[in-house]
């Protein structure tokens, strides 16, 4: 079992920035993938940035100009800067280990005036 505790999220205005961390059980060495994902109200839940094990990054193109996932240690971070309100949501962590998958509790973010 791998446990993963979010952090970060809160209340900002449009155009600010904010960084989400994931603090893992083990290494992210451990880890096949790493992944941002989150979920507004009313809608599905969606992959944000996903980081592979050699460290290569993908974003969802509503993202890719604006938000870096990176890695260390035993966390996984995500950089949000240049916020729009439809990027209010709560935010998961999600990680592969082998063939299994774990989630963490969430973080919600809301971009608001």
Not at 35 to 64: C, D, F, H, I, T
């Amino acid at each position: 079992q791998v446990r993963l505790v979010e952090s970060g999220g809160g209340l900002v205005q449009p155009g600010s920035s904010l960084t989400l961390s994931c603090t893992a059980s083990i290494s992210v060495n451990d880890m096949r993938t790493m992944n941002w994902y989150r979920q507004a109200a009313g809608k599905q839940r969606e992959l944000v940035a996903a980081m592979s094990a050699v460290g290569r990054a993908n974003y969802n193109p509503s993202v890719a100009d604006r938000f870096t996932i990176s890695r260390e240690n035993a966390a996984i971070h995500l950089r949000m800067d240049r916020l729009k309100p439809e990027d209010t949501a709560v935010y998961y962590c999600n990680v592969q280990v082998g063939l299994l998958e774990f989630w963490g509790q969430g973080t919600r973010v809301t971009v608001a005036s």
